[in-house]
């Protein structure tokens, strides 16, 4: 939790490169154009803000930053860092705007800006490019997403379901949590998926809305069975396995969801869920969800639709499409990504199938397959100001690679034609700056709930 060692060794050095007369230096944040997703929901940036900025910084952190970086083979600037101490209590002099979060708008727009409030510390909005960054490009490209995802099953849902809106937030569910790479990244990335979806199995993420977000509960899940739960009743009682859970877990409205590939996925769905105990899943009063975990993502799962509608039974909506009795429902889980999730709904409507029909789940595809470079983040410095309080244009141009070039001047972003664009702060003419202050000195500008940020990406 040390703020001076969460940066980049090289950034220890900037404090003297900078040009003499620099009082302060602005610094952006985008995702630059040609990344994977059309848009971008910006999202996370609040987390960071209360467990990070909110912590100041104190003489031992200054003494295991000195230890660490002098060693290390940089210079260290503690006069400046116990500056911070003296005359701001230990926290960062910096004020921070944004986007609000939630908002959906197009790459190459400003999300967030940051600049220094006291001439002296000149050098600490780049220093702090490092946690900053990764704090938002990770939860917000999870966000874009889901956010992406929600579109493709929404357009699919209005096509094929009579009521999309009572099924589209149950319809993605997250199971990341083992595939993430720390609690914390679970935490982030399973936050972020719950913007748009309601559905999630990684608890990180509930207790990340509780303690950021003001949300109560952010999520649900439902009494599920895996390999080992069926597996260690052995071949020979597979059936007494399901009978378990449907005795158990299966009641009015209630929903269990039973992988059901541990041996034969065929024999579990016509022998024994569609014969021997077709009959109590009926008499139950909730739903069984069919889980395949293996084979062909697209084949498998729309077989076994095929297979349960004949076993159990259609009706036909109102839009013209089959519809499974209550009583069962399928969940596909296994080699989800947004392409294989819009062929099987492609699939399940070519073949007359409403998608209220199947969920799906991604884990390691949601939370863990992206970088920074799925939308191709960057936060580079784009003015600076001099000691008579001008400002300077700064930017990158590189004749090598032209879209890696940066934006010059202090960033506004207004509302255009198409939506939301970028804007130089001084050519706004009237128009309203999207981006607002939501950080000043140590102090929360803006804190905002999940219900609000939920909206607003859903408007």
């Keep these: 939790m040390n703020l001076i060692l969460n940066t980049d060794s090289y950034k220890a050095s900037h404090y003297r490169q900078y040009p003499p007369d620099t009082t302060a ?174 559905g999630t199995d990684t608890l990180e993420a509930l207790l990340y809305a509780r303690r950021y977000y003001h949300e109560a509960m952010a999520g649900y899940s439902i009494p599920a069975a895996e390999h080992s739960t069926i597996t260690s009743w052995g071949r020979a009682g597979e059936v007494e396995a399901y009978r378990n859970l449907v005795e158990t877990f299966s009641r009015d409205g209630a929903l269990v969801s039973v992988v059901s590939d541990s041996y034969d996925l065929w024999q579990a769905v016509e022998g024994i869920w569609g014969d021997q105990l077709k009959a109590q899943v009926l008499s139950a009063g909730g739903t069984l969800v069919v889980r395949p975990d293996s084979g062909d993502p697209i084949r498998v799962p729309l077989e076994v639709c095929e297979r349960l509608g004949r076993l159990f039974g259609t009706t036909t909506n109102a839009k013209g499409y089959k519809v499974l009795h209550p009583s069962v429902r399928v969940i596909q889980g296994d080699g989800m990504d947004p392409l294989t999730i819009q062929l099987l709904l492609d699939r399940l409507q070519l073949e007359g199938w409403s998608g209220e029909n199947i969920a799906f789940g991604m884990g390691g595809g949601l939370l863990q397959k992206l970088d920074r470079d799925t939308l191709r983040f960057a936060m580079k410095a784009n003015a600076r100001q001099d000691a008579s309080g001008a400002w300077h244009d700064v930017m990158k141009d590189p004749a090598t690679d032209p879209a890696k070039g940066s934006k010059p001047g202090r960033q506004a972003a207004v509302i255009g034609p198409n939506g939301l664009e970028a804007c130089r702060l001084d050519a706004l003419a009237g128009r309203a700056n999207t981006l607002r202050p939501v950080w000043r000195n140590g102090d929360l500008l803006i804190d905002e709930d999940l219900a609000t940020i939920r909206a607003r990406a859903r408007s």
């Design 25 to 198: 230096i602005s610094s952006y944040v985008e995702a630059r154009l040609g990344g994977r997703f059309k848009d971008v929901l910006f999202f996370g940036l609040q987390m960071f803000l209360k467990e990070y900025l909110s912590a100041p910084i104190t003489r031992a952190d200054i003494d295991e930053a000195e230890d660490v970086l002098v060693p290390h083979g940089l210079p260290f600037n503690r006069a400046g860092w116990e500056t911070i101490i003296s005359n701001h209590g230990g926290l960062l002099p910096l004020e921070i705007e944004a986007l609000p979060e939630g908002t959906v708008t197009r790459a190459s727009v400003p999300l967030v800006q940051v600049v220094n409030t006291d001439p002296a510390f000149f050098w600490l909005p780049s220093y702090i490019e490092t946690a900053l960054l990764r704090a938002v490009w990770y939860p917000t490209t999870v966000a874009s997403l889901s956010h992406w995802v929600r579109g493709l099953i929404w357009k699919n849902l209005r096509a094929t379901c009579d009521d999309p809106g009572a099924v589209i937030g149950s319809r993605l569910h997250d199971f990341g949590a083992r595939g993430a790479t720390s609690k914390e990244q679970a935490g982030l990335g399973g936050l972020a998926h719950l913007v748009s979806f309601e």
